[in-house]
């Protein structure tokens, strides 16, 4: 069984400062990573390697320092890296990513399931999932908290608001996994070790009959302006001795914010 997880090398985006006299942000020196998201995807990946005795790929369209990054995501368990390096450093729009992925996955294919995270820690787009499905033309299940094999199918549990609804697709199929549900495995130097024997390769758009003018022409996407929100803290002091009290006022700051309601109100 093939896997392929499709990652993002993205900027950090809790060391993202604002300048609170502009409101622009300083994106000078913000580290870049993979996300909880995508290793959240890459743990789903090395679940069902474990219980299905599967291959995982993983596929990363950034810059050609992920590849040491990488290394990070082998360790957890997939097999092999592939870094597409990425001209655009990461302005690509939705549209013009989507035909990277879906080039690079009939490449390393055939593949049985392709897994990726709901959503980036950046771009929060919701896109590249259901995108790549249809230009691949295979089902797409969205927000699973736990996947399965069984008989040639993909069985996924989504949780909604107030139910767990379960669905089975068959295979190939594309899945995204939802925030939190697979929580990476901590990596052991062992782990870390021998994945640095493992291939993490570095591809370039050219490798997969690719060209930039043309990927270019398919992409609607321009930027018109980036700035930052300063929100401002309500900083409320309660000061005295008496805890009773104090617990008192703590509550109806609380009520004044409508954090909580008082019974019967709402």
Do not use: W
Not at 95 to 113: I, T
Not at 140 to 159: E, K, N, P, T, W
Not at 161 to 180: F, H, K, N, Y
């Amino acid at each position: 069984m093939k896997i392929i997880v499709l990652v993002k090398y993205s900027m950090d985006v809790a060391e993202i400062r604002v300048d609170p006299a502009t409101c622009s942000l300083r994106m000078t020196g913000v580290p870049k990573r993979f996300g909880d998201l995508d290793k959240g995807a890459v743990e789903a990946a090395v679940r069902l390697k474990d219980s299905a005795d599967a291959f995982v790929h993983v596929v990363c369209f950034g810059p050609a320092a992920a590849r040491s990054s990488v290394k990070d995501l082998l360790a957890m368990g997939a097999d092999e890296a592939t870094v597409i390096e990425d001209p655009y450093e990461g302005s690509a729009d939705a549209a013009v990513v989507v035909r990277v992925l879906e080039a690079a996955a009939r490449m390393c294919g055939p593949f049985d399931l392709i897994l990726c995270g709901f959503a980036s820690d950046d771009g929060y787009s919701f896109q590249t999932g259901p995108r790549l499905a249809e230009r691949l033309d295979v089902p797409f299940v969205s927000y699973a908290s736990q996947l399965s094999i069984d008989s040639g199918a993909v069985v996924a549990d989504r949780d909604l608001e107030d139910r767990v609804q379960t669905v089975s697709v068959p295979l190939p199929a594309i899945v995204s996994v939802a925030e939190e549900a697979f929580v990476p495995r901590a990596v052991t130097l062992l782990q870390a070790m021998k994945a640095q024997k493992k291939p993490a390769n570095l591809a370039s758009l050219e490798d997969f009959g690719l060209a930039r003018e043309g990927l270019e022409a398919t992409g609607g996407y321009s930027p018109v302006e980036e700035s930052g929100i300063v929100v401002n803290r309500g900083r409320r002091v309660l000061k005295g001795g008496d805890l009773a009290r104090l617990a008192d006022e703590f509550i109806d700051v609380l009520l004044s914010e409508q954090v909580l309601v008082e019974k019967g109100s709402a």
